[in-house]
């Protein structure tokens, strides 16, 4: 079965800076990459998603990267401010309609 | 309809109790999904239904966990026989198949196994 992996588990940065987390999938089957974001004590609640006929896409100050051939896709958020503090979960899936298998997540914290 | 609720928002069980949770997903969705989340980690599908078919179980699920969805709306997950391990939160999605991807979180069951 699918397997997503992610790191880092941790990240910290200043306030204005960029975050990046990558993610990384064992099945060559999967087509769909969708992105979670969970406040403390909150859903999950999508962000972003990526298709595997995309390479990239972008939405204000986050955006996505896909590639297949590696097997990674990451996220990206530019300018970053204190409300991006939250653990941000990656996750595969064969066809946007299948079960989705979750990352076991990235807890970013911005410093003001 | 304001999203998916699930009920009860917490429960504390002794060790050998059944317990049952239940999730009302958006009323037009016809996809529901199962998962498992402990501190830390993300969500571990447990199963999901497409109305009312259980389309998939995860093989990691023990046979002590089952899940229903009789009328294709509203859904139960009962664990049996509950183990400290069982600790966890449930957390219950719902998506309409044909009208995106997006899966629509509920707050989640917080299940204390004592």
């Known amino acids: 079965g699918e397997n997503v992996e992610q790191h880092p588990s941790t990240l910290s940065v200043q306030e204005g800076d960029s975050a990046v987390i990558k993610c990384t999938y064992s099945?060559?089957?999967?087509?769909?990459f969708p992105w979670y974001k969970q406040e403390l004590g909150k859903r999950p609640q999508l962000i972003i998603d990526i298709r595997s006929n995309v390479g990239e896409k972008k939405d204000q100050r986050i955006a996505v990267t896909l590639n297949k051939t590696a097997k990674h896709f990451s996220l990206h958020i530019t300018e970053t401010q204190p409300e991006d503090s939250a653990v941000y979960f990656c996750?595969?899936?064969?066809?946007?309609?299948?079960?989705?298998?979750f990352g076991p997540g990235t807890s970013l914290s911005v410093i003001p | 309809d304001t999203g998916v609720s699930q009920d009860p928002r917490h429960k504390i069980t002794k060790r050998g109790q059944n317990v049952t949770f239940r999730c009302d997903p958006i009323?037009?969705?016809?996809?529901l999904y199962w998962y498992r989340q402990t501190l830390g980690q993300g969500p571990e599908f447990l199963t999901y239904f497409q109305n009312e078919a259980q389309l998939e179980k995860s093989r990691l699920l023990s046979d002590r966990f089952s899940a229903e969805r009789p009328k294709g709306s509203f859904s139960t997950l009962e664990i049996q026989r509950t183990e400290q391990g069982d600790s966890a939160m449930y957390l219950c999605a719902s998506s309409l198949l044909g009208r995106g991807e997006k899966l629509f979180f509920g707050s989640g069951t917080q299940l204390s196994v004592l």
């Open positions: 009323s037009e969705h016809n996809r």
């Open positions: 996750a595969a899936s064969e066809t946007s309609y299948d079960k989705v298998i």
């Open positions: 099945d060559s089957a999967s087509n769909y």
